[in-house]
Protein backbone atom coordinates (compact mmCIF):
# COMPACT_ATOMS: atom_id res chain seq x y z
CA UNK A 1 0.00 0.00 0.00
CA UNK A 2 1.09 3.27 -0.94
CA UNK A 3 0.90 6.76 0.91
CA UNK A 4 -2.52 7.97 0.59
CA UNK A 5 -1.59 11.52 -1.45
CA UNK A 6 -4.89 12.90 -0.43
CA UNK A 7 -3.75 12.69 3.55
CA UNK A 8 -4.56 16.54 3.63
CA UNK A 9 -8.38 15.73 3.47
CA UNK A 10 -8.49 12.08 5.31
CA UNK A 11 -5.75 12.57 7.85
CA UNK A 12 -6.10 15.18 10.86
CA UNK A 13 -2.88 17.11 11.85
CA UNK A 14 -2.01 15.83 15.50
CA UNK A 15 1.31 17.52 16.08
CA UNK A 16 4.64 19.42 14.94
CA UNK A 17 8.03 17.22 15.18
CA UNK A 18 11.05 19.18 14.49
CA UNK A 19 9.14 21.86 12.70
CA UNK A 20 6.63 19.94 10.57
CA UNK A 21 3.32 18.22 10.79
CA UNK A 22 2.18 15.27 11.79
CA UNK A 23 -1.00 13.37 10.28
CA UNK A 24 -2.79 10.73 11.57
CA UNK A 25 -6.15 9.10 10.60
CA UNK A 26 -9.12 10.36 12.87
CA UNK A 27 -6.78 12.65 14.45
CA UNK A 28 -5.84 9.20 16.84
CA UNK A 29 -2.45 10.09 19.01
CA UNK A 30 0.69 8.62 17.36
CA UNK A 31 1.96 5.33 18.92
CA UNK A 32 5.04 3.20 18.31
CA UNK A 33 2.96 0.87 15.97
CA UNK A 34 1.03 4.03 14.24
CA UNK A 35 2.84 6.76 13.69
CA UNK A 36 1.22 8.21 10.91
CA UNK A 37 2.18 10.63 8.04
CA UNK A 38 5.22 13.61 8.53
CA UNK A 39 5.57 16.17 6.76
CA UNK A 40 3.27 18.37 4.11
CA UNK A 41 4.99 19.43 1.08
CA UNK A 42 7.45 16.18 1.60
CA UNK A 43 5.16 14.04 3.37
CA UNK A 44 6.54 10.23 4.87
CA UNK A 45 4.55 7.89 5.76
CA UNK A 46 6.39 6.59 8.56
CA UNK A 47 3.27 3.51 8.97
CA UNK A 48 4.60 2.20 5.18
CA UNK A 49 8.58 3.56 5.56
CA UNK A 50 10.71 0.63 5.42
CA UNK A 51 14.12 2.93 6.56
CA UNK A 52 16.84 1.58 2.83
CA UNK A 53 17.92 4.98 3.29
CA UNK A 54 17.25 5.71 -0.86
CA UNK A 55 15.77 8.72 0.02
CA UNK A 56 18.57 10.34 2.04
CA UNK A 57 21.30 8.65 -0.21
CA UNK A 58 19.64 10.63 -3.33
CA UNK A 59 18.44 13.63 -2.15
CA UNK A 60 20.11 16.24 -3.71
CA UNK A 61 19.29 19.17 -0.82
CA UNK A 62 19.18 16.45 1.98
CA UNK A 63 15.80 17.30 2.85
CA UNK A 64 15.60 14.05 5.34
CA UNK A 65 17.13 13.01 8.41
CA UNK A 66 17.22 9.78 10.24
CA UNK A 67 15.14 9.67 13.26
CA UNK A 68 14.48 6.97 15.91
CA UNK A 69 11.31 4.91 16.38
CA UNK A 70 11.59 2.55 18.68
CA UNK A 71 8.64 -0.35 18.89
CA UNK A 72 7.72 0.44 15.14
CA UNK A 73 7.53 -2.86 13.82
CA UNK A 74 9.09 -1.96 10.32
CA UNK A 75 12.00 -0.67 11.74
CA UNK A 76 13.81 1.26 14.52
CA UNK A 77 14.27 4.44 12.43
CA UNK A 78 12.74 6.56 9.83
CA UNK A 79 13.65 8.78 7.45
CA UNK A 80 11.84 12.45 8.45
CA UNK A 81 11.47 15.08 6.20
CA UNK A 82 13.28 17.37 8.84
CA UNK A 83 13.91 19.79 6.18
CA UNK A 84 11.22 19.48 3.89
CA UNK A 85 11.27 24.03 3.20
CA UNK A 86 14.73 23.17 1.31
CA UNK A 87 13.00 20.54 -0.60
CA UNK A 88 13.14 21.31 -4.73
CA UNK A 89 10.59 19.38 -6.16
CA UNK A 90 12.78 16.99 -7.83
CA UNK A 91 11.05 13.67 -7.33
CA UNK A 92 14.20 11.39 -7.18
CA UNK A 93 12.91 10.46 -3.32
CA UNK A 94 9.44 9.38 -4.29
CA UNK A 95 11.57 7.46 -7.29
CA UNK A 96 13.35 5.74 -5.23
CA UNK A 97 11.55 4.85 -2.28
CA UNK A 98 10.53 0.82 -2.47
CA UNK A 99 7.58 1.08 -0.50
CA UNK A 100 5.81 4.07 -1.65
CA UNK A 101 6.16 5.75 1.66
CA UNK A 102 6.65 9.61 0.18
CA UNK A 103 4.50 12.10 -1.41
CA UNK A 104 5.90 15.66 -2.69
CA UNK A 105 3.60 17.70 -3.82
CA UNK A 106 4.45 20.97 -5.17
CA UNK A 107 1.27 22.48 -4.65
CA UNK A 108 1.80 22.04 -0.69
CA UNK A 109 5.36 23.75 -0.44
CA UNK A 110 4.03 26.86 1.49
CA UNK A 111 2.24 24.98 3.85
CA UNK A 112 4.42 23.30 6.00
Not at 29 to 58: M, N, P, S, W, Y
Not at 78 to 99: G, H
Request: net charge negative.
Amino acid sequence: MAIDPEFEETYDEIERHDGHRVWTPDGEDATDEKQGIHGTHVAVDFDICIADGACLEDCPVDVFEWVDTPGHPESEIKADPANEDQCIDCMLCVDVCPVDAIDVDPSRAGRI
